[in-house]
Nanobody, 128 residues
Framework: QVQLVESGGGLVQAGASLRLSCVAS????????MGWFRQAPGKEREFVAG????????????NYGDSVKGRATISRDVAKNTLYLEINSLKPDDTAVYYC?????????????????WGQGTQVTVSS
């Protein structure tokens, strides 16, 4: 079965940087786009970042939500079946549960419905 396991969350201070990891198993990792979403209390699940499937064979294409654009970097290590998310200059508004997800296809879209599998999430709390 497909499994996605996030790690790297925790309590950090505003202005710091954080790196999240997601280890995938149970499918051909390189065939599908992946993304990061987050959900804060009382809010809808929000797109954070996406990355195209490695088999696309062209320049790496990434996509970022407006709330983290310029502060976040998404990457993946195919050999390790691992997806990463780095966020710099963290703000209290970045506090949320962060979810790793695998898309239905090769393009990194922004809709939750486009993603087939989800991890259980990792909590990120940014203090002021």
């Amino acid at each position: 079965q497909v499994q996605l396991v996030e790690s790297g969350g925790g309590l950090v201070q505003a202005g710091a940087s954080l790196r999240l990891s997601c280890v995938a198993s149970g499918y051909i990792f390189s065939n599908y786009a992946m993304g990061w979403f987050r959900q804060a209390p009382g809010k809808e699940r929000e797109f954070v970042a996406g990355i195209v499937a490695p088999i696309w064979g062209s320049a790496v294409n990434t996509n970022y939500g407006d709330s983290v654009k310029g502060r976040a970097t998404i990457s993946r290590d195919v050999a390790k079946n691992t997806l990463y998310l780095e966020i710099n200059s963290l703000k209290p508004d970045d506090t949320a549960v962060y979810y790793c997800a695998t898309s239905h296809q090769m393009f990194a879209t922004t809709m939750t419905s486009d993603y087939a599998y989800w991890g259980q999430g990792t909590q990120v709390t940014v203090s002021s």
